[in-house]
């Protein structure tokens, strides 16, 4: 079968990026012939192991037509980036427009049996509009369901084609429930399929018994994801107990704040920067925990990556969250309470110092618990990533492929 897959900004950078390509793996390995949809800065051209150069088209951002940031899904992205709320009225036509004669262009020349897009937001919708008969399925990501919060302005155009869409596929109960509330979109046309991770990149690792317990946090450097509240929390921790390692980047004044407050944490801080994910392994492999204080999430994969590796996790009480780990070891996995989100990304200010004391107190629980043993037992680690191997969420996605088509 011939597949289209379709996705609005970097294919290399971001979480459903990298769900996108696993999906595209997963494909060419069951015999699918694929064909890429993307859009990137400039001429900066991604690099991808999952499929070839002559069988991706992209469109270009910061030039033309489009003499502006690309877009992204989250306000803060690991690149320069705008935000859709700052769109003009003409600035969101060309984009439609321009994605939409790509999409036309890719159509013409593949001729796929079907699209995958990713992200119920603009680019989804304009295929829909584009081709109202072609079988479609798209694949939610949590960050889209965000930006239809925050830009009420555009869900006219998001709504009636969106709507429209064959089938959508969800990564979660909980966010299966958000789509059907802010959508409409009926119960049976979404398929819960969840994510997973690389079995062959993120395996188990013995710890050393070092002298400073190795912590990691892994993704953008924002407020949405409490990394601030992270490198003040540790400031408690005293000097000598823990390494901390950021891996990842933001843009503006959140990453410089993020920066700053890494030099004078009072701990060890290692910026790593934007990493492969070969280098993330190699990472997850070294530290004992991995630290995840994000107030908004879909189903955050990178908390398997982190358990697959060997990594005790510490995570706020997302949904998404407790979807992927509510069921480990208490060994393995320490959930940090929330209190009442009044915004979608960030608790009220006068809330901060509260999941700032929460988070400190779990990491001195989880420090001494790494003192007396550096890795945790394999089998608790297994009992929870065994169910979210590739292979078995592709074959969910097959699965409304069928249906699509049989339809």
Not at 172 to 180: C, L, R
Not at 248 to 259: D, K, N, P
Not at 327 to 333: E, S, Y
């Amino acid at each position: 079968m011939k597949i289209l897959h379709l996705i609005s900004q970097h294919p290399e950078s971001t979480g459903s990026g990298f769900y996108l390509q696993n999906i595209i793996r997963q494909a060419t390995a069951d015999g699918h012939q694929n064909f890429l949809i993307a859009g990137i800065s400039g001429n900066r051209l991604p690099q991808l192991d999952c499929i070839k150069a002559q069988s991706c088209r992209f469109v270009h951002f910061d030039q033309g037509r489009l003499d502006y940031p690309i877009p992204g899904m989250s306000d803060v992205m690991p690149y320069p980036s705008s935000t859709f709320g700052t769109l003009s009225p003409g600035q969101l036509a060309t984009y439609e427009q321009v994605f939409g004669e790509v999409i036309q262009q890719a159509v013409d020349d593949f001729s796929p049996a079907l699209i995958h897009s990713h992200h119920l937001w603009l680019v989804s919708a304009a295929a829909r509009k584009l081709m109202p008969a072609m079988p479609m399925v798209t694949s939610c990501h949590s960050t889209d369901l965000r930006q239809f919060l925050q830009c009420p302005h555009l869900r006219d155009r998001v709504l009636p084609h969106c709507q429209k869409i064959d089938r959508v596929l969800a990564l979660s109960g909980n966010q299966a429930d958000k789509i059907k509330q802010l959508y409409a979109i009926a119960s049976q046309r979404i398929d819960i399929v969840g994510g997973g991770y690389d079995e062959t990149l993120f395996t188990m690792q013995q710890k050393d018994n070092s002298p400073e317990v190795q912590l990691l946090y892994a993704g953008k450097l924002s407020f949405a994801k409490g990394v601030d509240v992270l490198l003040k929390s540790i400031q408690s921790i005293g000097k000598g107990r823990v390494h901390l390692h950021l891996a990842g980047s933001g843009t503006g004044e959140e990453e410089q704040y993020c920066l700053e407050l890494a030099a004078k944490a009072g701990v060890s801080v290692t910026i790593h920067g934007r990493i492969s994910q070969q280098e993330l392994a190699r990472l997850m492999g070294r530290c004992h925990v991995f630290i995840l204080p994000s107030f908004y999430e879909g189903l955050p994969l990178v908390l398997l990556e982190a358990l697959a590796s060997g990594c005790r996790i510490l995570t706020t009480d997302l949904p998404g969250c407790r979807e992927l780990l509510g069921d480990a070891d208490a060994d393995l996995v320490q959930f940090i309470k929330l209190p009442v989100m009044k915004q979608i990304d960030r608790p009220e200010p006068e809330d901060l110092p509260l999941v700032e004391k929460r988070l400190g107190e779990a990491i001195h629980a989880m420090v001494a618990r790494v003192r007396v043993s550096p890795s945790p037992a394999p089998k608790n680690i297994h009992a929870i990533t065994a169910q979210f191997g590739w292979k078995a969420v592709f074959g969910k996605i097959t699965l409304a492929y069928k249906k699509v088509l049989s339809s």
